[in-house]
């Protein structure tokens, strides 16, 4: 039987990167790539602020083609309806019939991805959805997962938690409230290794940067 051609929705983080992982293990989708916003205004995957060059290592090692969907900065939302709508069309004229992503438990995100692809006749799915989220997280930890946190909301965890290993360690520390695979929007992280990719992707902690209540750590290649 032919499996439905798939894209994995790719933030350069732990649960696309989780996701895509389990996905590949049910062997039910053929993933022919990763879709992943860009702000073009500073070469950085959007929210994550990883930067591009590292964005691409993460797709060589794991082998998949890059759909870049470039916005500006600021960004309305007008603008990036288009330009997400032109990713999803070509796709869909490359045969793509579903999309992949690491949502957990955001009901009203997950509605509005399956409406909007529902609209043109594509499929969401979502490998990781409603698992319990401390279990999940050591999960990826001990299944060889290994991140950095990459920004982190500075109106739930301090600025000296951006840069830091998502670990065992990390997790014993995180403040009481803050979801342990910051589901909620408290952290967001990059994937330097792990059983999707053939290769470690080595970095360093460079500045941290403050900007629009969130602390960016700026990951340089090594």
Known sequence: MTKPKTLIAWSSGKDSAWALHEARQSGDYDIVGALTTVTDSFSRVSMHGVREELLAAQLAAAGLPSITVRIPYPCPNEIYEREMAAAMARAQADSVTHVIFGDLF??????????????????????????????????????????????????????????????DTLLADLPAGVDPCGENGEFHTFVAAGPIFTRRIEVTKGETVERDGFAFADLVPK
């Open 106 to 167: 955001l009901a009203d995100l997950r509605a509005w991805r399956e409406e909007k692809l529902r609209s043109i006749g594509m499929t969401a799915v979502f490998p990781l959805w409603q698992r319990p989220t401390d279990a999940l997280a050591r999960g990826m930890i001990a299944g060889g997962l290994e991140a950095h946190l990459a920004v982190v909301d500075l109106a739930k965890l301090d600025a000296s938690f951006a840069g830091r290993c998502f670990d």
